[in-house]
């Protein structure tokens, strides 16, 4: 949990709109069971999500803020060789 202050990687002038925010609660869950594919050369993993935000008050009540729904596809490329092992992921989605 945090403030507007927590988002400024999405959203950098977002704690300058609310200076007083109260507490942020992001609620993520999956949609569906995340798929992995194999390839000769590579790895994918795709997931679906549910994501909703509400601001938390002194007396515990929640007011939803934004929901969204986000579907994400990550590659994995892994590097083997007779010194190390090496892996490059990449967002496709």
Known sequence: MGDA????TFHPQLPSYFPDSPPLLLQVSARSAPTITCQ???????LSADIQAFAT?????QR????????????????LSEEAL????AATK
Do not use: E, H, K, W
């Not at 202050?5 to 400024?8: H, R």
């Not at 008050?57 to 009540?61: L, R, S, V």
């Open 5 to 8: 202050s927590s988002c400024l």
């Open 40 to 46: 000769p050369d590579s790895l994918t993993v795709r």
């Open 57 to 61: 008050y002194p007396n515990q009540t």
């Open 86 to 89: 090496g892996v490059a992921i």
């Open 64 to 79: 939803p803020l934004f929901q969204m729904q986000a579907d994400s596809a990550t590659a994995v490329n892994v590097v």
